[in-house]
């Protein structure tokens, strides 16, 4: 059995109250559906008698008539409807109720045998199922234009796709171009060296960036590391998170990658920390050749 809210669903589909997202869930429901499918044949056939019957108020009127008999499939039906509440006798009126199909079976199941059995009843019965095929042709033509717009959603996707690879690709041509005209000088660090012992590390002048391999007196390679640099007064001119760096590198030490250009000739040191505590510090002297 229907629910009721069901029920309220369905109708509006059919009176064209329905949003597009809602009206294509409805479709591919009943495009699957048998059991849902019959239901809607029967709220349909239902509203149909009842605005010929003129059963339906002034508010359900005009939503009959702006959001379901806006298509000629839909009009013909309901045409061809009008004219078999005509001729066929206990279709008229409001003690009519039900389905407009079924006082059309009833009608014929009074009938003598021999008119069910005439080529008389048999056009009688294409006549009566010429609606159903074309609701059937109507139902078909829903898929098909959904499938439509699946298949335009999908090529623009896939354009869309297309376009952000080739930037993407763009992107990665131009950062290895600016890689490749990089100058990278390493060196190696001790920890615990005092001013004026610092080591001198000299720099070409050319250099984009300077590597420095942190050495450590012991290997403690699960924990992240950050690196600070100061400048002989002190002052904080980099630090960086060197976890990612030292999971991907081959040593057991941590390694900073430092822009060449901040670190003109001068005296600096490293504070190496983990879990914010120094674990190390390291000085150095830069002297650009």
């Given amino acids: 059995m229907l629910a009721a809210s069901d029920r309220r669903v369905l109708e509006a589909y059919l009176l064209g109250q329905l949003g597009p997202q809602e009206r294509a869930a409805i479709e591919a429901r009943y495009f699957e559906d048998d059991e849902l499918f019959e239901h809607m044949e029967a ?136 890689l490749a005209r990089l100058t990278t000088v390493s060196f190696v660090l001790m920890p615990g060296l005092e001013r004026g012992s610092e080591s001198a590390l000299e720099a070409p002048r050319g250099a984009s960036v300077i590597r420095l391999q942190l050495e450590l007196e012991r290997d403690e390679r699960d924990i992240g590391y950050r690196a600070v640099l100061y400048n002989s007064e002190g002052r904080v001119v980099w630090s960086q998170d060197l976890s990612e760096f030292h999971s991907r590198e081959s040593s057991r030490s941590p390694v900073a990658i430092v822009p060449a250009g901040l670190l003109p000739n001068g005296q600096y040191r490293v504070s190496l920390l983990a879990r914010q505590a120094e674990v190390a510090s390291y000085t150095f002297r830069i002297v650009r050749k």
């Fill in 43 to 178: 709220i349909e056939d239902e509203w149909i008698a009842a605005y010929l019957r003129r059963e339906l108020s002034s508010a359900q009127r005009a939503a009959f008539e702006s959001g379901y008999l806006n298509s000629p499939e839909r009009r013909q039906k309901v045409d061809f409807a009008a004219a078999l509440m005509e001729r066929i006798p206990g279709m008229r009126g409001s003690e009519a109720r039900g389905s407009v199909w079924r006082a059309i079976a009833e009608f014929l199941e009074a009938q003598p045998m021999a008119l069910r059995s005439s080529a008389t009843l048999a056009a009688l019965l294409l006549l009566i199922g010429l609606p159903a095929s074309l609701w059937q042709v109507s139902r078909l033509g829903s898929e098909m234009d959904r499938l439509r717009r699946e298949a335009v959603e999908k090529r623009a996707e896939a354009a869309q796709t297309a376009t952000r690879l080739a930037d993407e690709q763009g992107l990665r041509a131009r950062l290895e171009q600016q």
